[in-house]
C-alpha cells in the first residue's frame, strides 16, 4: 500500500514568491494533516482536515497560509508571499478519521524542504 | 495545556551499547494517548507506538521497548543492542481525547547516535 506521497520534496524560492504544496495521503484515510517543522524542533500543526473540512486551523497564519482540500483527498498548502522565516519542512500526515477518533494513529510524509532566499 | 519534554537532545553510543531515550509529558486529561516516532535523514516520520492512558502494560517489540509510568507521568522508550540503522531523531508525542484541544503535541526530539 502506498504511503502519504508529498511534493516536490525541495522547493528553493526568493522571499516575497508564491509556493505551493501538494499531499496525496493515503487511501481511505478521511483526515489530513499540515504539519510543520523547524530545524531541531518537533512538527507543529497547521491544519487538519476531516475529509474536506478544515477543523483545526488556529495555528494556521492566515494572512499568508492558505490550504485546501476540495474533493476530501489530495490537499494544497499555499504561502503568498514567502518570507526568510518560512524556511523550514513542510509535513503532510494522515489518518483514517471519523467521530470522536483523537489520539488516532498519523502517517507521515516525506516532507517538502522549503528554502526562502 | 498539553506539554511534552525530551530532555535528551543527542545521544551518542557505540553499536550494541543498550540506550534509553526518555519522554515526561504534561496534560490535565485522564484520557490522553502517547505515541513514539522515528526520522531517519530522509525526513519522513515513522510510527513505532502509541499507547492509551489507560493501558500501563509495558510492551516489547524485538529490540524495541516501553515503559509507560502513569506516576511520573514518563513514557521512556529503549532500544536494544543498538545498531547503526537505529541513527535517527525520535519524538515523543501526546494526544488528549475528546473534549480536550486535539491538537497533538511533540516533543522536541531525541537524536540518535549510533557509531559502529
Known amino acids: 500500500e502506498a504511503g502519504v506521497v508529498q511534493s516536490p520534496r525541495y522547493k528553493i524560492i526568493e522571499k516575497k514568491q508564491p509556493v505551493a504544496f501538494w499531499c496525496n495521503p493515503i487511501?481511505?484515510?478521511?483526515?489530513l494533516y499540515w504539519y510543520l517543522q523547524n530545524l531541531g524542533q518537533g512538527p507543529e500543526l497547521l491544519i487538519r482536515?476531516?475529509?474536506?473540512?478544515?477543523?483545526?486551523d488556529s495555528q494556521l497564519p492566515k494572512d499568508r497560509f492558505s490550504a485546501e482540500r476540495l474533493k476530501g483527498v489530495d490537499s494544497t498548502l499555499k504561502i503568498q508571499p514567502a518570507e526568510l522565516g518560512d524556511s523550514a519542512v513542510y509535513l503532510c500526515a494522515s489518518s483514517l478519521g471519523g467521530t470522536g477518533t483523537t489520539g488516532e494513529t498519523q502517517y507521515f510524509g516525506p516532507g517538502t524542504r522549503l528554502l526562502v532566499l | 495545556a498539553q506539554k511534552v519534554t525530551q530532555a535528551q537532545t543527542e545521544i551518542s553510543v557505540v553499536e550494541k551499547e543498550d540506550v534509553t531515550l526518555d519522554c515526561v509529558y504534561e496534560t490535565r486529561d485522564t484520557t490522553y494517548y502517547l505515541f513514539w516516532y522515528k526520522q531517519p535523514p530522509s525526513g519522513e516520520l515513522v510510527f513505532l507506538i502509541r499507547?492509551?492512558?489507560?493501558?500501563?502494560q509495558n510492551e516489547i517489540s524485538g529490540r524495541y521497548s516501553w515503559n509507560f509510568q502513569k506516576s511520573t507521568s514518563s513514557f521512556n522508550f529503549t532500544i536494544t543492542a543498538s545498531q547503526v540503522v537505529d541513527s535517527a531523531v525520535y519524538f515523543c508525542a501526546l494526544s488528549e481525547a475528546p473534549g480536550g484541544s486535539y491538537i497533538p503535541t511533540f516533543g522536541r526530539g531525541t537524536s540518535l547516535i549510533v557509531h559502529p
Open positions: 487511501s481511505g484515510h478521511n483526515t
Open positions: 499507547r492509551n492512558s489507560f493501558d500501563e
Open positions: 482536515y476531516e475529509n474536506e473540512e478544515a477543523v483545526d
